[in-house]
């Protein structure tokens, strides 16, 4: 499977940039897909009819609205290109550590899981073998092959 996700991330570095538009009476909204530093970026401008510029940047929720079929790649939002979340094992322990459930589920973790790191307060070593048991990265390297694909077909 790491051979499957290598091949597709040098595929994914010759994409670099793809465009979506949306056009409707009184606005446009560009949206830009970015794989060039190594992670997944989705962004946004929107303009108004007279083509001025209303908001850019991480602009989610407008890019949602007009394509939904980009839920994938918002969700994956600056992971690296195998899926993994940026600062994986800092962000998590983090978390458990201040009893934040919804940092774990945002991150991959089940309730059960989550409640078990927050009971248990594993050190980084046994964390980082949790985290291999409950194949949770594998989950995310998934989600990161399913978004390659995506991105090809756009």
């Not at 989610?60 to 939002?77: G, R």
């Amino acid at each position: 499977m790491i051979t499957d996700l290598m091949n597709y991330m040098e595929d994914l570095m010759k994409i670099k940039l793809k465009k979506k538009v949306y056009h409707e009476l009184y606005r446009r909204i560009d949206v830009d897909i970015e794989t060039d530093n190594e992670y997944f970026s989705i962004t946004g401008t929107t303009f108004n009819d007279k083509g001025k510029w209303i908001s850019s940047g991480c602009i989610h929720e407008d890019i949602m609205k007009h394509f939904p079929e980009l839920e994938l790649l918002i969700e994956l939002h600056l992971n690296a290109l195998d899926g993994k979340p940026m600062y994986f094992v800092q962000n998590s322990m983090h978390f458990y550590k201040h009893n934040n459930i919804n940092g774990l589920a945002s991150y991959g973790f089940n309730d059960k899981q989550a409640r078990y790191l927050i009971d248990a307060q594993p050190d980084e070593d046994i964390f980082n073998r949790l985290i291999d048991r409950w194949n949770i990265l594998g989950v995310w390297e998934y989600k990161a092959m399913s978004a390659i694909k995506l991105i090809e077909n756009l």
